[in-house]
Structure formats: structure tokens, C-alpha cells
């Protein structure tokens, strides 16, 4: 599965912003996918992640009540609604996918995910 984030871009505290997560592949749909972040000089760290057969969302809790995830299945893409942002928003922000379901509890971590997208760059100006 190769995966395309895009919709990054340079916006200010409070504005909003929605990546995507997009594949060729129609078994993209199948795939558990997340968002992951990381600034400079900082880890990689979880954003949120959403599961197949699972109505449940996972968020990091510095995006919760902030960010949404969800599921586009006539584009085959998953989007991340990123509202009231902030300037510790800013981040090149990564999409990941693995095609068999993980538990819940590995969703947070980078090496539960099999394929991983470029790349999209978020800056959030104060």
C-alpha cells in the first residue's frame, strides 16, 4: 500500500485544517490507519488512529476534543479534521496503515504499522 498525505499547510492559532491519507490500493479500506506527528528535534508521537470494525476513535490527549478522524470510503482515504489550533500543532505530519487489526492498545505505538506515507508539513503560526 503505498500512502499520499497531503493538505498540510501554514495557518494560524484557531484556524483549522484537514489532511488526508490516500492509496491506490482499494485493500486500503481494510487497513487500520493512524496519524502521527514530529516537530523537529522531538519523537514521533501518536495522533489519533481509527480501526476497522471499531466505531471507537483513538486520540493523543494534546489533540482530543480537537482533532477528528474519519474515514472517507468512496475516496478511500482517511482525513484528520484538526480545529482551534495551536502553535504545538506544528509538526510534519505522517499517515501510517496496517492491514490486520491491531489491539487497541498497540495503536499508539509507530512499529504496530506496516506502511507509512510521506509526509505532510503543518506549521501553526501564534
Known amino acids: 500500500v503505498q500512502l499520499q498525505a497531503s493538505g498540510g499547510g501554514l495557518v494560524q492559532a484557531g484556524d483549522t485544517l484537514r489532511l488526508s491519507c490516500a492509496a491506490a490500493?482499494?485493500?486500503?479500506?481494510?487497513?487500520?490507519v493512524a496519524w502521527f506527528r514530529q516537530a523537529p528535534g522531538r519523537e514521533r508521537e501518536f495522533v489519533a488512529a481509527?480501526?476497522?470494525?471499531?466505531?471507537?476513535?483513538y486520540y493523543a490527549d494534546s489533540v482530543k476534543d480537537r482533532f477528528t478522524i474519519s474515514r472517507d470510503m468512496a475516496k478511500n482515504s482517511v482525513h484528520l479534521q484538526m480545529n482551534r489550533m495551536k502553535p504545538e500543532d506544528t509538526a510534519l505530519y505522517y499517515c501510517?496503515?496496517?492491514?490486520?487489526?491491531?489491539?487497541?492498545?498497540?495503536?499508539?505505538?509507530?512499529?504496530?504499522?506496516?506502511?507509512w506515507g510521506q509526509g505532510t508539513q503543518v506549521t501553526v503560526s501564534s
Open positions: 501510517a496503515a496496517k492491514l490486520h487489526r491491531p489491539i487497541s492498545s498497540a495503536l499508539r505505538f509507530a512499529d504496530t504499522y506496516t506502511y
Open positions: 490500493e482499494h485493500t486500503f479500506s481494510l487497513n487500520n
Open positions: 481509527i480501526r476497522t470494525g471499531d466505531t471507537n476513535r
